[in-house]
């Protein structure tokens, strides 16, 4: 499973690397945009005054055998949903990966969207299907606010837990200021208008983000998996030496114990002549005998 593992997680990193273009790309035509006069108004981007409801995105796994990845997920968000259900908050769960869904149903958490099976190699369609959930969720009014938690993979030796807005997105300049720039210095014309690419493209934005999200946590899920399959291994044969160990030193023990035993007898069958003269098969002999 370390091996597989290991495997696993080059693969998922190598698809994030190559996810990152894409949206740095879409992300630099919202640049241009924001250049081109576009306004804000969609409604992705507007913020609700007062926040009743919100919408928690859990990306967990679909199995388990990987260290705290599962657990660290599942319990922040479950702070998350506690700390705003104390200032009057309602909630909605849309859970990713089977494990989500055992533990908050089995603590009887209300679930209102379930997503099993797209954990360990995720697509883009997958990603689209629940951005689509969330934002017409969002759009419809039925939730305030979408908070996204997963695990933000870093590298193979460190990843870390994010907790993020998801929904209503930043302002225009906002994303495209986060974008770090498109590096173009030339004015754009749209068709048919800024507003209306923008219209077009705010949707494509959210589903690439939670793409990317799904592809951190891929690869966060099998780095952990090979760091705890290895500590597995390790645990494993440092136990098998030890047990070895005091295998061979029982089994000493037990010699000696024979052998103890086998003079003691010799030394009683023959009274007050010297056992030591007597080889030793003799003595093994004539204790059996005597048993």
Partial sequence: MELI??????????????????????????????????????ALLEAPEDIRKIAYVVIAGDRGLAGPY??????????????????????????????ARDYFTFRNYRVDAYYEGITDTPNYESAREVAEHVAEQFIDGDIDQVVLVFTEFVSIGTQKLAVRQFLPLESVATIADSGGGSGATAEFEFEPSADGVLESLLPRYVESRLFSALLDSSASEHANRQRAM?????????????????????????????????????EALGGDDDVSSIPLSELVQSNYQSI
């Fill in 5 to 42: 593992a290991a495997t696993r997680v080059a693969k998922a990193q190598t698809r994030a690397n190559e996810a990152r273009p894409y949206a740095a790309r879409i992300t630099g035509v919202i640049e241009d945009l924001a250049k081109g006069g576009a306004s804000a108004s969609h």
């Fill in 70 to 99: 599962n657990s660290t997920v599942i319990r922040a968000a479950e702070r998350e949903i506690m700390d705003n259900q104390a200032n009057g908050v309602d909630y909605s769960l849309i859970l990713i990966g089977k494990k």
């Fill in 230 to 266: 290895k500590a597995a291994t390790d645990n494993a044969e440092e136990l098998i030496t030890k047990l070895g160990r005091q295998l061979s030193s029982a089994r000493q023990a037990a010699i000696t114990t024979e052998i103890m035993e086998i003079v003691g007898g010799a």
